[in-house]
T-cell receptor
Framework: NAGVTQTPKFQVLKTGQSMTLQCAQD?????MSWYRQDPGMGLRLIHY???????DQGEVPNGYNVSRSTTEDFPLRLLSAAPSQTSVYFC???????????FGPGTRLTVT | KQEVTQIPAALSVPEGENLVLNCSFT??????LQWFRQDPGKGLTSLLL?????REQTSGRLNASLDKSSGRSTLYIAASQPGDSATYLC??????????FGKGTRLSVIA
């Protein structure tokens, strides 16, 4: 039982490049979400999903796309990376009934 | 829109001291409140979750309380140890969208 896994752990991109951050869970939780964490800003919600085929925007969605084709996977796509997207990205799952959240280990992204 | 505030932003205490971390939230219509620990460069570890119907939860040396009417939660750490040094985050859950986080309290316990 791996819980929530994220790949890659580290990534360096050049401005304008695109990439996908992967998130997978084996807890059969219906809800999944993506946060970014920046110094002094705390964790801010990017996008979330309440089930396969359903996604919604969070507080800071611009520059990011998501899709949810299966319960297990919730990838985050950066279409054209910008230095402002340098951050640590966390994926989380939660069960609506309890609201308890479980976090992945994070992806540290640097955009130069 | 829910806002979660944690004061102080940083705290330094000598080993063995009991301490309280504070968390306040603006919308009392929460489903639950969760406390997390984050070590430098690491992910978040869930410490305690308090449902809206509960007043407190305990785990070992940790005790979290919830007062919805005043919009406050506290995390009490007894007999602090250097291994407790980390950032502590609280987050509220309202049942329809993911958690809203405070910015955290960075705790240093000095041996």
């Amino acid at each position: 039982n791996a819980g929530v896994t994220q790949t890659p752990k580290f990534q360096v991109l050049k401005t304008g490049q695109s990439m996908t951050l992967q998130c997978a869970q084996d807890m059969n939780h219906e809800y999944m979400s993506w946060y970014r964490q920046d110094p002094g800003m705390g964790l801010r919600l990017i996008h979330y999903s309440v089930g396969a085929g359903i996604t919604d925007q969070g507080e800071v969605p611009n520059g990011y796309n998501v899709s949810r084709s299966t319960t297990e996977d919730f990838p985050l796509r950066l279409l054209s990376a910008a230095p402002s997207q340098t951050s640590v990205y966390f994926c989380a799952t939660y069960r609506q009934a309890s609201g308890e959240q479980y976090f992945g280990p994070g992806t540290r992204l640097t955009v130069t | 829109k829910q806002e979660v505030t944690q004061i102080p932003a940083a705290l330094s205490v000598p080993e063995g001291e009991n301490l309280v971390l504070n968390c306040s939230f603006t919308d009392s219509a929460i489903y639950n409140l969760q406390w997390f620990r984050q070590d430098p460069g690491k992910g978040l570890t869930s410490l305690l979750l308090i449902q809206s119907s509960q007043r407190e939860q305990t785990s070992g040396r940790l005790n979290a309380s919830l007062d919805k009417s005043s919009g406050r939660s506290t995390l009490y750490i007894a007999a602090s140890q250097p291994g407790d040094s980390a950032t502590y985050l609280c987050a509220s859950y309202s049942g329809n969208t993911p958690l809203v986080f405070g910015k955290g309290t960075r705790l240093s316990v000095i041996a």
